[in-house]
């Protein structure tokens, strides 16, 4: 406890110094979000990565998340807490591969989720995130859509469209891990919860969701719903928010393996770290987020 307090005052003094702001996804760890000036999902965190007149950005979640941060605003340093967060959905889509089926389906646009590498990004039309992904997809001006990398949500969106969408086979391990036999137990044990869940879930489980949503929708919906007990099916990390928003109600993860280690990478003592070497710094090529930054920039856009 004393360590953490010395922490936090050391952090509070460089964040001054070097006129930063922390910015956190839902899914890290208790003591990254305590001390994030922001927190938010993938398109919450994007859209004030791109706002902000801070000169520093500290980004806590993973790699992709930083780099478009750092595509969105590329006179800023962003720098993040440790460089080995990646998103093991966001390496299953590579360009040779998106280039590939391109070539199979020449009058389709792409809609790549934010799960993506800057490279991907570059060779993609409009990009999206859990919030925005059935608007984009409608937003998209072609009845054929390729749809990278996560074949959970392609599945999810496409059930509000009537376009054509050609989906990658990718899919995140931590949300694809959770099964039908999970959720009905829980719901056994909990016969008067309501069920939310992440689109990154596999269909079946989707299914089962009383509310369908990105982690931001999910906190939304059940702090204005009048149940006072959800099974949650979502990254652990989101009890946070949860429980700061919904004080008076009951949360019950679905399983105790809704964690994605790569989230939790990242403490306070690699925050503070960082602010104090102003490393890792996030790089990407001029040329590939000029390219990368049309798909983000069109997705902000899109209402
Ligand atoms: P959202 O932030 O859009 O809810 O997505 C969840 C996720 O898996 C981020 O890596
Ligand atoms: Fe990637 Fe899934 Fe982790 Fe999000 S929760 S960073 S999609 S592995």
Same mark, same amino acid.
């Given at each position: 406890?004393?360590?953490n307090?010395?922490?936090?005052?050391?952090l509070?003094?460089?964040k001054?110094e070097r006129?930063?702001i922390?910015?956190?996804?839902?899914?890290q760890?208790?003591?990254?979000q305590?001390?994030?000036?922001?927190r938010?999902d993938s398109f919450l965190?994007?859209?004030?990565a791109?706002q902000?007149?801070a000169d520093?950005i500290?980004f806590c979640?993973?790699?992709f998340?930083g780099e478009?941060?750092?595509?969105l605003?590329?006179?800023k340093?962003?720098?993040?807490?440790?460089e080995?967060a990646? #998103?093991?959905?966001a390496d @299953?889509v590579? =360009?040779e591969g998106l280039?590939?089926? +391109?070539r199979k389906h /020449?009058? %389709?646009?792409?809609?790549?989720?934010?799960n993506?590498s800057a490279?991907v990004k570059?060779?993609?039309?409009?990009?999206?995130?859990?919030?925005?992904?059935?608007n984009v997809i409608?937003s998209?001006d072609?009845?054929?859509?390729?749809?990278v990398?996560d074949?959970n949500l392609?599945d999810?969106?496409?059930k509000f469209?009537?376009k054509k969408?050609?989906?990658?086979?990718?899919? #995140?391990n931590?949300?694809? @891990?959770l099964t =039908?036999?999970?959720v009905e137990?829980? +719901?056994a044990?909990? /016969?008067? %919860?309501?069920?939310?869940?992440?689109?990154?879930?596999?269909?079946?489980?989707?299914?089962l969701?009383?509310?369908?949503g990105?982690t931001?929708?999910?906190?939304?919906?059940?702090?204005?719903s009048?149940c006072?007990?959800?099974?949650v099916?979502t990254e652990d990390?989101?009890?946070?928010?949860?429980?700061?928003?919904?004080?008076?109600?009951q949360?019950?993860f679905a399983t105790?393996y809704?964690?994605?280690?790569n989230?939790? =990478?990242?403490?306070?003592?690699k925050?503070?770290?960082?602010?104090?070497?102003?490393?890792p710094?996030?790089?990407?090529p001029?040329?590939v987020?000029?390219k990368?930054?049309?798909s983000?920039?069109?997705?902000l856009?899109?209402k």
């Amino acid at each position: 406890a004393e360590q953490n307090r010395e922490l936090k005052e050391r952090l509070l003094q460089l964040k001054k110094e070097r006129n930063a702001i922390i910015l956190a996804h839902y899914y890290q760890r208790d003591e990254v979000q305590e001390v994030a000036d922001f927190r938010g999902d993938s398109f919450l965190l994007a859209q004030k990565a791109a706002q902000t007149d801070a000169d520093v950005i500290v980004f806590c979640g993973v790699h992709f998340m930083g780099e478009s941060a750092k595509i969105l605003a590329p006179n800023k340093t962003v720098i993040i807490p440790d460089e080995r967060a990646g #998103c093991p959905m966001a390496d @299953m889509v590579n =360009v040779e591969g998106l280039r590939a089926l +391109k070539r199979k389906h /020449p009058k %389709a646009k792409v809609v790549a989720y934010i799960n993506t590498s800057a490279d991907v990004k570059s060779e993609t039309d409009i990009c999206c995130t859990s919030a925005n992904a059935i608007n984009v997809i409608n937003s998209v001006d072609s009845d054929e859509i390729i749809w990278v990398p996560d074949k959970n949500l392609g599945d999810y969106v496409s059930k509000f469209t009537s376009k054509k969408v050609i989906i990658w086979e990718g899919y #995140c391990n931590t949300h694809d @891990m959770l099964t =039908v036999k999970d959720v009905e137990e829980m +719901k056994a044990q909990y /016969p008067n %919860a309501q069920f939310v869940v992440h689109p990154e879930c596999r269909p079946e489980v989707v299914k089962l969701g009383d509310f369908v949503g990105s982690t931001t929708a999910i906190i939304k919906y059940c702090k204005e719903s009048d149940c006072k007990e959800f099974i949650v099916g979502t990254e652990d990390g989101t009890g946070y928010q949860l429980r700061l928003d919904s004080p008076d109600k009951q949360f019950h993860f679905a399983t105790k393996y809704l964690v994605c280690p790569n989230m939790k =990478v990242n403490n306070l003592k690699k925050i503070v770290k960082c602010l104090e070497t102003m490393q890792p710094e996030i790089y990407v090529p001029e040329d590939v987020a000029d390219k990368a930054r049309l798909s983000l920039e069109r997705m902000l856009q899109v209402k």
